[in-house]
């Protein structure tokens, strides 16, 4: 069976591939890995929480992107400082999205510990929250000059994008942060425990469902960080979050459901398939390794490289 | 009269009415909203083997669309084989596939089971997007295939939307009739306990998996029939259309939203759904684009939050008011007959 | 609850339905005296800024013909335009094609831009034997399948491919520059890929040794891979097919990767979009783009129609807008001809058609003419290139030498920053 396109010209006309394109491959693709991490972060806490695949975490994405926007179209400013308004916007949405729409699903099916309306809900908040930005705002992709678009270094022979090692930066902090928050503070405590047993953790007097509004809140103010990390070189369009979705699913599985570092490192392993990988085929085949490589995780481990044993 | 003869009289004017509608309604625009619905009704049914007998959620059914549509057109186009026969081809195809695939998919829980399809599904996508030929067999990759004009039957091929009429509606009610005659049976049982009560049915020695699978084959063998029929009355399709997840979702929506696991659910989501998709695509796209499926999200969420069984529930009830009120029966509240 | 009476409800259902039904599919009233255009376009999503330029164009053309009495030969009859939104989906056009045709009774229909959209749609119209003009889509096959209804005013783009190479070709002489190398990027759809054929034939007919052949899907998130790819491989040229938002992506990835070559020659689309060229600045400089036509052309009507145009919308006319514009006056003049809205005797006309005056003639050819396959035999291309000029990034048209911008050469081979 010979299928045209495969393997492809650039393959087969190389014999050795220099070592300094692979060590830029690596650094190109760490960097964009670490902000799928970031993005895979949000969905992680949220599922690890509350047990809810959030179908309308790319929407969220795409929410924090357009806000993002708006502020530095309207005030100029650079998008990093734009966080200040856009990650507690993003934080309000999210704990009112968890309060009003999703509540009321889990409360219907209070003893069933993965109830899989959640996912068509979620899927119903996606699909508005795409198509009324895009009657709103029309299906024009919208790009934004600032002040570091398009600028890189060097390091030797290695070309390091400007943007992007900013979004290697706000990843780690975020991730360190919200480590901290999870292991120090006692809004932190509550949700690690409701994350183990809400019903336990209800009779010891926590407001399940309170500490859910604020897990929900705090995973939709990270997509807030990752839209404005993402402004400077990503185009915003209303369904930007699309694609970052299902990255972001594919990602969560494979670091391991609830694991921060499974999501961070889950990044840059996909980060690293497609930059390293489009290498040695066409770029529009790392989209199915990428598949393959979800399917493989799923039927071999489904709980993910961190992730623990569950009776799938 | 009674209650039942009026139902009796007027489900015999519905079944009249609808395979005699062509006789009265001669615009192909109509026709062919007809037919979509059909069409999209057919979709959900088969759908529904799966989504609502097996009661997993997969969302990547539209590969089995394109796998059917891919499959009968290939062998036509090259080597002249009647469509109808494609078709067959596709189905069978189309079930192997979902066999192989369902084997280890079904065994996942829930959510894992809605990815896995998800990731299927778009794996399908992109390997025909990026693939022009297997073999001698042109996929023309993103560019999709257009079937030449050759007007015959023999080809599946008309100039008149009323023969695809009759056959849409014919295979819907094939499909109906595959639903039901599975509920009644014995895997319809099974396949009930093993959606409601895992765990009891296995210590009663059931082998749910079993007829689980058989479930998604045949659902995915009939979806491939759909395929070849897309392809056959537009004569163009291209992967993003046939195979995209905004399809394999719009198919489980309308199953959702009329209510999955019964029979009349599914075709009744695509009757109320369809209509809707349309209307605003012909009197809002430009105003304001992607109403329909801001609609659809509103629905989704407001019939799971409050009346997670679909629509089809509350219209029952619904219609059995009307006939009560009509005929002057009164019944005592809480007592059904 | 009898089971055989719970499914009765559905009666109840398709009577609302029925009723709904009326207001679907109702057709328009017809008026006389009236000949009705069904345009498909884009007029949202990626491609909604070309569509709507094509919409502007359109209305325009059509004002002029009406004001000026119409089509004579039906007794003043004016034209009247119908427009429906593509969305750049094929499956939208061919319902809307249909629904044109069946529905409205439209007596021609024009569109659709996207040649994946076009292609399917024009099917549905030799179906049912109603005219279908192509304005702008390229892809070689929409005239290459013995249709009889299709006629097509752009370039095919084996045509846009041919006058790249020539162009190539003529710079070589010219500067003495060396080419032996080159890398063909393009967006993972139709278009693209149609593009990517011409230029694999035509490589090998010039000698060129292609070092890298790379689709790329039109939404990736991030086109680094890609930029690094052609770093890489050290193409002497790079010839690229994108639409709006991955040019912007890939040329400012470029940049950022310091990519070089001797000459980037764009196809259109993305690259002559107007969002391209706020959103790439200097990244942009010294590139070339191919089109159908420049706002700096110099031949009589341009100036005074640009102005009028700029003056209603805001911008310049663009090769689309061009092609939109002279189509309504092919189609006026086939009318003329025709004397009569009857589909065949129309194609006849559109079939001998010879349109070398009036309006239509700002194109950059001398006359419309349709051969046996609906190809319009005298389209042609320009080869322009972006330079910045008093700090703005402007479209300067270089190439042929009777159509270049007067007191402006290409600079060739790109300058190394």
């Known amino acids: ?312 | ?337 | 609850m009898k089971k055989s009476m719970k499914y009765g409800f559905i009666f109840v259902v398709a009577l609302i339905f029925a009723c709904s039904l009326v207001l679907a599919g109702s057709p328009a009233i017809a008026k006389t005296k009236v000949v009705k255009i069904g345009n498909i376009l884009p007029l949202s999503g990626p491609s909604a800024s070309v569509g709507i330029q094509g919409k502007y164009a359109r209305e325009l053309a059509t004002e002029q013909i009406n004001n000026a009495g119409g089509i004579k030969s039906l007794g003043g009859a004016k034209l009247e335009n119908i427009y429906v939104d593509s969305k750049s989906d094929p499956t939208v056009g061919v319902s809307a094609a249909e629904r044109l045709i069946n529905s409205d009774k439209v007596t021609i229909l024009s569109g659709c831009w996207n040649s994946a959209v076009t292609y399917p749609s024009t099917q549905v119209a030799e179906r049912y034997k109603v005219p279908f003009i192509v304005p702008v889509s390229v892809r070689n096959t929409i005239t290459e399948r013995g249709f009889k209804y299709t006629f097509r005013i752009a370039a095919k783009d084996a045509w846009w491919a041919r006058d790249q190479f020539e162009f190539l070709e003529d710079m070589k002489k010219k500067s003495g520059a060396d080419l032996k190398t080159m890398a063909f990027v393009y967006e993972n759809g139709d278009w693209g890929v149609g593009m990517a054929e011409q230029w694999e034939k035509l490589a090998k007919k010039y000698g060129y040794d292609v070092v890298l052949n790379e689709p790329y899907p039109s939404t990736a998130s991030d086109l680094t891979p890609v930029a690094m790819k052609i770093k890489r491989k050290k193409p002497d040229v790079i010839l690229l097919t994108s639409n709006a938002a991955d040019a912007i992506l890939l040329t400012n990835t470029m940049a950022e990767m310091r990519v070089k070559a001797k000459a980037i020659i764009g196809t259109g689309g993305g690259h002559a979009d107007p969002m391209f060229r706020k959103n790439c600045g200097a990244n942009a400089e010294y590139m070339f783009d191919v089109v159908e036509w420049e706002a700096d052309l110099r031949k009589p009507g341009i100036p005074e129609l640009n102005a009028e145009f700029k003056k209603r919308h805001g911008f310049n006319l663009s090769g689309e807008s061009v092609d939109a514009y002279a189509s309504v006056y092919v189609i006026a003049d086939a009318l003329e001809k025709a004397g009569s809205t009857d589909p065949k005797k129309l194609r006849d006309a559109l079939a001998n058609m010879h349109l070398d005056s009036g309006p239509a003639m700002i194109v950059s050819y001398d006359a419309v003419e349709f051969d046996e396959t609906g190809q319009n035999i005298n389209a042609g291309i320009v080869m322009v290139q972006y330079r910045m000029i008093d700090g703005n990034l402007e479209r300067v048209s270089v190439w042929p030498a009777s159509a270049a911008r007067a007191g402006y050469e290409a600079v060739f081979p790109m300058p190394k920053k």
């Open chain 2, 1 to 337: 009269m009674t209650k039942e003869t009026l139902d009796k009289i007027l489900k015999i004017v519905l079944i009249v009415g609808v395979f005699t509608l062509p006789i009265w309604i001669n615009s192909p625009t109509y026709l062919q909203i007809l037919i979509l619905l059909f069409f999209y009704a057919y979709l959900t049914t088969s759908w529904n083997l799966v989504g609502g007998w097996a009661g997993v959620l997969p969302l990547g059914h539209s590969a089995y669309v394109g796998i059917g549509a891919y499959t009968s057109t290939v062998l036509f186009m090259h080597y002249g084989l009647s469509p109808w026969i494609g078709m067959l081809a596709g189905g069978v195809v189309a079930a192997i596939v979902g066999t192989i695939i369902g084997i280890p998919t079904l065994k996942l829980r829930g959510a894992y089971f809605a990815l896995a399809t998800m990731a299927f599904g778009e794996g399908v996508r992109v390997f025909i997007e990026n693939t022009d030929k297997i073999g001698p067999f042109v996929l023309n990759g993103p560019r999709g295939i257009c079937i030449p004009l050759n007007e015959s039957f023999w080809n599946f091929q008309f100039m008149s939307k009323v023969p695809y009429y009759y056959i849409i509606l014919i295979m819907l009610c094939i499909a109906l009739f595959v639903t039901w005659y599975m509920s009644r049976i014995r895997i319809g049982y099974y396949l009930n306990a093993g959606g409601e009560e895992p765990e009891a049915a296995q210590a009663l020695g059931v082998n749910v998996a079993k007829y689980k699978v058989i479930a998604m084959a045949i659902s995915c063998f009939m979806t491939g029939l759909a395929g070849t029929f897309y392809a056959q009355l537009m004569l163009y399709f291209y992967p993003k259309a046939i195979l995209g997840l905004d399809f394999s979702f719009e198919i489980a929506f309308i199953a959702l939203i009329g209510g999955r696991g019964t029979l009349a659910g599914p075709v009744l989501g695509a009757l109320i759904l369809r209509p809707v998709t349309d209307f605003s695509r012909i009197y809002f796209s430009s105003i304001l684009p992607g109403l329909h499926l801001v609609i659809y999200g509103l629905v989704l969420i407001l019939v799971m939050i409050y009346q997670p069984r679909g629509i089809q529930e509350p219209l029952n009830r619904f219609y059995n008011w009307i006939l009560d009120k009509v005929t002057g029966n009164i019944e005592k509240k809480g007592v059904k007959s």
């Open chain 1, 1 to 312: 069976m010979r299928i045209s396109g495969f393997p492809p010209v650039s393959a087969v006309r190389e014999n050795e591939v220099k070592m300094d394109f692979i060590i830029q491959a690596i650094v190109s693709g760490t960097l964009m890995g670490s902000i799928y991490g970031l993005a895979a972060l949000g969905l992680t806490l949220i599922f690890g929480v509350i047990k809810v695949i959030n179908f309308a975490h790319g929407s969220c994405l795409m929410v924090g992107m357009y806000a993002a926007y708006w502020v530095v179209t309207l005030t100029g400013v650079n998008p990093y400082l734009a966080l200040i308004v856009v990650v507690p916007l993003l934080f309000f949405f999210g704990y009112f999205l968890q309060d009003i729409v999703i509540k009321p699903v889990l409360e219907a099916q209070s003893d069933v510990r993965e109830p899989t309306e959640v996912i068509i809900v979620t899927s119903g908040v996606w699909y508005i929250l795409d198509n009324i930005t895009l009657m709103i705002f029309g299906a024009e992709y919208r790009v934004v000059q600032t002040s570091i678009t398009g600028k890189s270094f060097e390091i030797g022979e290695i070309i390091v994008s400007t943007p992007k090692l900013y979004g290697l930066i706000a990843t780690i902090i975020v991730s360190v942060a919200l480590v901290w928050f999870l292991k120090y503070t006692k809004m932190g405590k509550s949700i690690r425990a409701a994350s183990l047993d809400r019903e336990a953790a209800s009779l010891m007097g926590i407001n399940q469902y309170r500490v859910f509004n604020i897990a929900f809140g705090i995973g939709t103010a990270i997509m807030g960080v990752v839209g404005c990390v993402l402004l400077p070189f990503y185009y915003v369009f209303p369904t930007v979050g699309v694609i970052f979705d299902v990255k972001c699913f594919i990602i969560v599985v494979l670091g391991g459901l609830g694991s921060i570092p499974g999501a961070l490192i889950g990044g840059i392993i996909i980060g690293l398939i497609e930059s390293v990988g489009a290498q040695f085929m066409a770029s529009t085949w790392t989209e199915l390794i990428v598949y393959l490589v979800f399917l493989a995780v799923l039927f071999i481990k489904p709980a993910g490289l961190f992730g623990e044993e569950r009776d799938w």
